[in-house]
């Protein structure tokens, strides 16, 4: 993790945008997010920002390492798989219509989103293909 801090205006994303390159070249994803000052309301609506991004990167990918990620992904979010693609809506067109899944208390519910995104997150996060969030 690096966190890169400064005034506005100094450069911080031109920097970080030379990190992208050598990412890029290595079979690893880039991709970014920025909380808006009309967003927030909404939790952790960079990183939503971001994955959505990257849902769409893979959708550019071919057949085959499409069908990799789904699998890879339905191994990990189960029957589950409605929690994310609520949070995600892109998500649902890498790995299907998912079954509606039961309504849990707050707790509960926190619990299972948390348990559910950790899992989704480090099917992305290899050796093979590594994620930079930004």
Known sequence: MMLVAGYSG?????VVNEVHK???RQRGYFIKGKYDQFQRNIP???FVQALRDLMG????????????????????VGENG???IEVIPELEKIIGSQPTVAELS???????????FQKFIQVFTTKDHPLVIF
């Not at 100094?10 to 031109?14: C, D, E, F, I, P």
């Not at 990167?57 to 990990?76: F, G, H, P, T, Y």
């Not at 707050?106 to 559910?116: E, K, P, S």
């Open 57 to 76: 990167q893979l959708l550019s990918e071919n057949d085959a390492q499409l069908q990799q990620w789904k699998e890879q992904i339905l191994a990990v």
């Open 82 to 84: 409605q929690v994310i």
């Open 22 to 24: 050598p990412i890029v």
């Open 10 to 14: 100094v450069g911080k994303t031109a």
């Open 106 to 116: 707050g707790t509960a519910a926190q619990n299972r989103f948390n348990l559910l």
């Open 44 to 46: 952790f609506s960079a």
